[in-house]
């Protein structure tokens, strides 16, 4: 539905360069990057508020490069909401319908039934002024939903949400899109979010796209270690490598060695390599497996430091001077009997250890 | 439906004042105001003592002459100063002051609304000095633009202008050309001041939404920048009701015919008639503090 080919765009010192990205027809696509990536000036580039400088944009099968915003048929919302302040709640969902001069009847029961769809029928008559972060969002949502657009550009549409209800509305937008089959590009700097919201995303940096794919794809196999960086791999460590047999060596400063699958062709296979493991990937056990799968690396390490996230708890253990977290459930901490300062075994399998390119 | 366009005023909220700190910095703010406040209501008190007596004791003086029965026949009699104020010529020159005013206030902010929009939303080369030109008559002497317009009008271009019909030089028109030019740049300022307050990305989310450029500008920037619009509208028209130094040098000051309000003030003290020019004055302070009042209601309370 949206196609970016070769898209070039120069702000000040800043450029977008060289993007391409394909987001199908009815997908919801998340598109990741720390503040300042070029996420928020790409989604500014499709609804057609910053004239690229090279490159196409088509949304389905309309070159929409040199289209108006209002030619473009996609419905956005921006991180602030930017609702009309000196109109009513009603008035700002009615008022790209208004500019459609679609009949009073119609626009009435269209902009009635919207504010039912994401809960807001109750401040119809109210200003945005008075309205809550999340009130406000849901009206904007209806604003850019009730022209009916093609496509849905969200600009890190919850992040000045609290959480309880960021995951809220992140389920509610998800909903919304299967419902509607609208398909939506969501910005965010949160890769909970893109996990919470996306079936395909891609992760920007320094205005280039490094990575698209799943969520899952992105959080456990990132193809550089700034993208690991980003998506909080955990134990992101440089080693040297070495092939042996189906299996590829790295040897990490400090001297402990993990075993990892021999790589695809792309990827480095000797010389100095950058890999993560995830910390929900690492086993703990207080006593030494007995016996382990093939490829599997056990290490021994003291207990640094136990934190407890909510939903799990992460445990900070050195291995030979090296850092290595862990993390799991609290009824599986609770029975391994974990002691800052005691003696802890990780096992990592080698499917677990993934190795990047840079 | 209910489709409320405009919001409810956001008047100033009340600072709590704490502390004796905060009693004293309150005190010493509005200590300031006090005086400001204090300073103009004695002038104009003085202003309205001055004037009453002198109306008083020229009545006296009228009825005197009236029942004297050595008042000389075929002489006008002694005019009360209420008989002066309703005179032809000061009528004339009020209703001239009322009617250009409001003319230069609608030029005015026909030139300060895109004026002030172009500077607030369009970065191009020059953007700076142009910025700085448009604040020029700002800084000027007033009477540097009725001198300025004199000499424009005796040169070629001035007097092509002339000869096409549209003379200036001593004539009503110049009254409000000069009005414009010395009132609209504190237009334009107000303006392009309410339009960087609004963001612009609002209307970016209107053009997403079926408006082009224009659209955005009428139904979301000009609904949102009224408040400054507005303000920008009254101080083009106490800056135009209240001029007086160019028009004397570029139309003059003749009776019944560009004679506006100041320039009566003007006339009046110069043949001796104090109370006549202070009358006027007064007038003038009236007017004007009922016109700002109404435009302060209407206007801006309605935000």
């Not at chain 1, 398909?183 to 893109?194: A, D, G, I, P, S």
């Not at chain 1, 402990?256 to 790589?263: D, V």
């Not at chain 2, 105001?33 to 104009?44: E, K």
Request: net charge positive.
């Amino acid at each position: 539905m949206i196609c970016i080919e070769g898209l070039h765009l120069s702000v000040g010192e800043f450029a977008l360069r060289d993007v391409s990205l394909t987001v199908e027809a009815g997908e919801y696509f998340a598109l990741l990057g720390p503040s300042g990536s070029g996420k928020t000036l790409l989604l500014e580039c499709i609804c057609g508020l910053n004239r690229i400088e090279a490159g196409r944009i088509a949304i389905g099968d309309v070159d929409v490069s040199n289209l108006e915003p209002r030619q473009r048929g996609v419905g956005y919302l921006p991180q602030d909401y930017a609702l009309f302040p000196h109109r009513t709640v009603r008035h700002n969902v009615a008022f790209g319908l208004l500019r459609q001069r679609v009949r009073r009847a119609t626009l009435e029961a269209r902009v009635d039934e919207l504010m039912e769809q994401v809960g807001v029928l109750q401040l119809a008559d109210r200003l945005p002024g008075n309205l809550s972060g999340g009130e406000k969002q849901r009206v904007a949502l209806a604003r850019a939903l009730a022209v009916r657009p093609r496509v849905l550009l969200l600009d890190e549409p919850v992040s000045a949400l609290d959480e309880q209800t960021r995951d809220t509305i992140c389920r509610q937008l998800k909903a919304l899109q299967r419902t509607t089959g609208t398909t939506t590009l969501h910005v965010c700097h949160n890769f909970t979010e893109m996990l919470a919201v996306a079936d395909r995303a891609a992760v920007i940096y320094g205005g280039r796209i490094r990575q698209v794919g799943t969520p899952r794809e992105i959080l456990q196999r990132p193809c550089t270690s700034r993208v690991a960086a980003f998506v909080q791999a955990g134990n992101l460590l440089t080693a040297q490598a070495r092939l042996d047999g189906p299996w590829l060596r790295l040897t990490a400063p400090g001297g402990i060695e993990l075993i990892a699958m021999r790589p695809s062709a792309d990827a480095p296979a000797e010389g100095t390599v950058p890999f993560m493991v995830r910390p929900e990937r690492v086993a703990l056990s207080a006593t030494a497996p007995t016996t382990c799968p093939a490829g599997t690396t056990v290490l021994e390490g003291l207990v640094q430091h136990v934190a407890d996230l909510g939903p799990l708890v992460r445990v900070t253990t050195v291995c030979r001077g090296t850092e290595l977290l862990a993390s799991m459930g609290h009824r599986e901490y609770n029975g391994l009997g974990i002691v800052v300062g005691s003696r802890i075994f990780l096992a990592v399998a080698a499917e677990d250890v993934h190795v990047m390119t840079t | 439906m209910n489709l409320q366009r405009t919001a409810p005023l956001h008047s100033g909220a009340g600072v709590p004042v704490c502390g004796r700190g905060g009693r004293l910095f309150a005190a010493s703010t509005l200590s300031v105001v006090a005086l400001f406040v204090a300073g103009w209501l004695t002038l104009i008190f003085n202003d309205v003592v001055y004037t009453a007596r002198e109306a008083i004791k020229e009545t006296r003086v009228t009825e005197t002459d009236a029942s004297h029965p050595a008042a000389v026949p075929g002489l006008p009699p002694s005019q009360t100063l209420f008989q002066k104020l309703v005179s032809p010529e000061i009528t004339s020159a009020l209703w001239l002051s009322l009617w250009t005013s409001a003319v230069t206030v609608v030029i005015g902010l026909g030139f300060a609304i895109p004026m002030g929009y172009a500077l607030s939303r369009y970065r191009f080369p020059g953007h700076t000095f142009i910025d700085s030109v448009v604040d020029l008559p700002i800084l000027l002497p007033p009477l540097v633009i009725g001198l300025s317009l004199l000499v424009f009008f005796q040169t070629a271009p001035g007097r092509l202008i002339e000869d096409l019909g549209l003379k200036f030089v001593f004539q009503k028109k110049g009254i409000i050309l000069c009005q414009f030019l010395d009132s609209a740049s504190f237009g334009i300022r107000a303006v392009k001041l309410a339009f960087d307050g609004v963001d612009p990305r609002l209307e970016h989310v209107a053009m997403t939404l079926g408006c082009g450029r224009a659209g955005a500008f009428f139904h979301v920037a000009l609904p949102l920048a009224r408040r400054g619009i507005v303000v920008g509208g009254i101080l083009i028209w106490t800056r135009a009701f209240g001029i007086f130094g160019p028009l004397m040098v570029f139309v003059g000051a003749v009776r019944m015919r560009t004679e506006v309000l100041p320039t009566t003030i003007y006339l009046e003290q110069s043949v001796g008639r104090i109370e006549v020019a202070l009358a006027v004055a007064l007038l003038m302070i009236a007017l004007a503090t009922v016109a700002l009042v109404t435009i302060r209601l209407v206007g801006l309370e309605r935000q």
